[in-house]
């Protein structure tokens, strides 16, 4: 864990105050390929195989295996179980369980055709919403620890005038008196000494997701030969609402009594990619290949802050609510490529099965930040930042279905690498799944299981060794179904 607590350490220092930083690249880089039932049920590993709308976000060469038009519908739910603790302190962790509303993870729709006087066998369109990533999480911690945030407030300050302080965190500490300059010589203080202890506590509340629409060709050639292309639009929606406080409980601290400090951040956007494959049928064998283009995706953030400082000499402290902010950019994700390996076995007179393997390789380092214009010399140190902290990542997914009759049955597994140089870890997710087909009328269902650990700062400061740290340890359930209806 210490590794990884240190690449977001270094990481987070070079962002923006409100995202557009190295997070957002990374962000908007990942997801899982998870939005029907039945590729999820098989660890999202589908790369090889075909004839279901959740491999559009794989490999598009798969819808070639269509051989009647489809309807589906994919609702989902989930919860998340998150432990936090400050500065590898387990032993204060807190623990908050997180149950999500109903979701749609994918809705879409397939035209199948039969090309007469060609070698195509088949040719397909299909249109499909599929939820790559979700972005629900909440979770709080709380700690006595030397530091306080007001440090981070009065390095933003120092060497600045009043009038020339930021609307969002110095110039609200300012207003509130968390940071004063009796001495007007620009070098400013806080009746809370840099290694005065204090009781910290924070919620952090995090919404969103990022859906893709998919619009798709895909042919099957000579019986043996799937190609596809398809075009992607991601669609993002994310928000973070984040109150963090300090107090002295004990009077240890002369004058202070607490500090509490909003942020609040929405983040929309949507953007482009293009998505290529092809698959190929060798007796029992099948291989797969799909290649993404970075996606474009423009974003627009609004953000304020709100900051209230209460201490003895203020009987009734004024809060400072700021102005709302905007900021527009753009992020270029890196490219993605997929190769699979599948294979189809014949059991019995009515037993079937397939296993599936994907490798999927990004290379995190070659993400770009694009500030349009607003602040190049910290545009190009963030694309500088990108480029040293981020790195090349492999994540496998394993899976398989076994099918008797119109029963399914299927289980999967997915290993997913971090993006961050210094991690060398993996998160990984287990999943079982199983439907019922008919010739008209199918239904999956899927439940997944995923374990994540990543580190996260409060508030940053000149010195790292001063951060503090919070480790969130999260579980997260999903629970999806898929109806589907052929025609």
């Not at 908007?28 to 959740?54: H, K, Q, W």
């Not at 494959?277 to 974003?299: E, N």
């Not at 609510?321 to 390996?341: A, C, E, H, M, Q």
């Not at 380092?365 to 930042?385: A, I």
């Amino acid at each position: 864990m210490k590794k990884f607590t240190f690449s977001i350490l270094f990481c987070l220092t070079a962002a923006l105050a409100y995202g557009q930083g190295i997070s957002e690249v990374v962000r908007m880089s990942t997801g899982e390929p998870i939005s029907t039932a039945r590729v999820a049920g098989v660890g999202g590993s589908f790369g090889a195989m075909g004839g279901d709308l959740g491999v559009l976000s794989i490999n598009p060469a798969g819808l070639g295996d269509y051989r009647k038009a489809e309807i589906t519908f994919s609702p989902g739910f989930s919860s998340v179980s998150t432990n936090a603790y400050l500065n590898e302190l387990p032993e204060n962790a807190l623990t908050r369980d997180e149950n999500s509303l109903l979701s749609i993870n994918n809705l879409g729709i397939v035209f199948t055709g039969s090309p007469r006087q060609s070698d195509f066998n088949t040719s397909n369109f299909a249109i499909s919403l599929n939820r790559l990533a979700s972005y629900t999480e909440f979770f709080e911690y709380e700690g006595f620890t030397q530091g306080s945030i007001t440090e981070r407030f009065k390095e933003l300050a120092n060497g600045r005038t009043p009038e020339s302080l930021d609307d969002f965190e110095a110039y609200p500490a300012y207003f509130t008196s968390a940071i004063f300059d009796d001495d007007e010589d620009l070098q400013y203080d806080s009746d809370i000494s840099d290694l005065a202890f204090v009781d910290k506590m924070q919620t952090v509340n995090r919404e969103g997701r990022m859906s893709e629409l998919n619009i798709a060709w895909g042919g099957k050639y000579n019986e043996n030969l799937n190609v596809g292309v398809g075009l992607g639009i991601p669609i993002v929606s994310f928000t973070e609402t984040k109150v963090y406080t300090e107090w002295d409980p004990t009077d240890q601290i002369e004058l202070f009594n607490s500090l509490e400090y909003v942020e609040q951040l929405n983040t929309s956007g949507t953007g482009i990619n293009l998505k290529v494959g092809a698959q190929y049928t060798f007796k029992f064998l099948r291989l797969g290949a799909s290649l993404q283009s970075p996606s474009l995706i423009s974003l627009e953030d609004e953000y304020e802050t709100e900051m209230v400082y209460d201490f003895t000499l203020v009987s009734s402290p004024e809060p400072y609510i700021s102005p709302l902010g905007s900021f527009d950019y753009r992020v270029t994700t890196p490219w993605k490529t997929n190769i699979s390996v599948g294979g189809l076995f014949r059991l019995g007179d009515e037993l079937n099965a397939f296993v599936n393997a994907d490798l999927e390789y990004q290379d995190y380092s070659v993400g770009k930040l694009d500030y349009r214009g607003n602040d190049t010399e910290l545009e190009n140190e963030v694309n500088n930042d990108i480029a040293l902290q981020l790195t090349n990542g492999a994540n496998i997914r394993l899976g398989g279905e076994l099918a008797y009759k119109k029963v399914r049955v299927r289980a999967g597994t997915a290993f997913n690498a971090s993006a961050y140089d210094l991690d060398e870890g993996f998160s990984s997710a287990y999943s079982l799944g199983g439907g019922l087909r008919g010739d008209k009328f199918f239904l999956d269902v899927a439940y997944r299981i995923r374990n994540t650990e990543a580190g996260y700062l409060p508030y940053r400061v000149l010195d790292i060794e001063r951060n503090q740290v919070v480790t969130t340890e999260q579980r997260i359930s999903n629970l999806i179904f898929t109806a589907g209806f052929k025609f």
